[in-house]
């Protein structure tokens, strides 16, 4: 079992940065891909971006490439998730989580991930 908990969210202005955090207890982050979503009112929950298990390498979906920069400390079994020059789109709520998924193609698809967050709000004010 894995237990998920954001933090960091909150409300900015167009062009500020937030930096989400998600902190796991039980087993290392190294052991899972650790994905980011967020899903804003009357819309679906979307990929943001994904730390893969193991080698680290880092995914991001096309919206947010360039923007926003994924991390981990594997030490502090912490994932973060640097949000730079917010858009008022980007408004949302903000899930970290954790699965096994580890190929391109899966990477984004929600479920593949086991263990989910409660979900943190990030409001981007224009």
């Known amino acids: 079992q894995v237990r998920l908990v954001e933090s960091g969210g909150g409300l900015v202005q167009a062009g500020g940065s937030l930096r989400l955090s998600c902190a796991a207890s039980?087993?290392?982050?190294?052991?899972?891909?650790v994905g980011w979503f967020r899903q804003a009112p009357g819309k679906e929950r979307e990929f943001v971006s994904a730390?893969?298990?193991?080698?680290?390498?880092?995914y991001y979906a096309d919206s947010v490439k360039g923007r926003f920069t994924g991390s981990r400390d594997i030490a502090k079994n912490t994932v973060y998730l640097q949000m730079d020059s917010l858009k008022p789109e980007d408004t949302a709520v903000y899930y970290c989580?954790?699965?096994?998924?580890?190929?391109?193609?899966?990477?984004?698809?929600?479920?593949?991930?086991?263990?989910w967050g409660q979900g943190i709000q990030v409001t981007v004010s224009s």
């Open positions: 989580a954790a699965g096994s998924a580890s190929s391109y193609g899966v990477i984004r698809t929600i479920g593949e991930y086991d263990y």
């Open positions: 039980g087993r290392s982050f190294s052991s899972y891909t």
């Open positions: 730390i893969r298990r193991n080698d680290g390498i880092r």
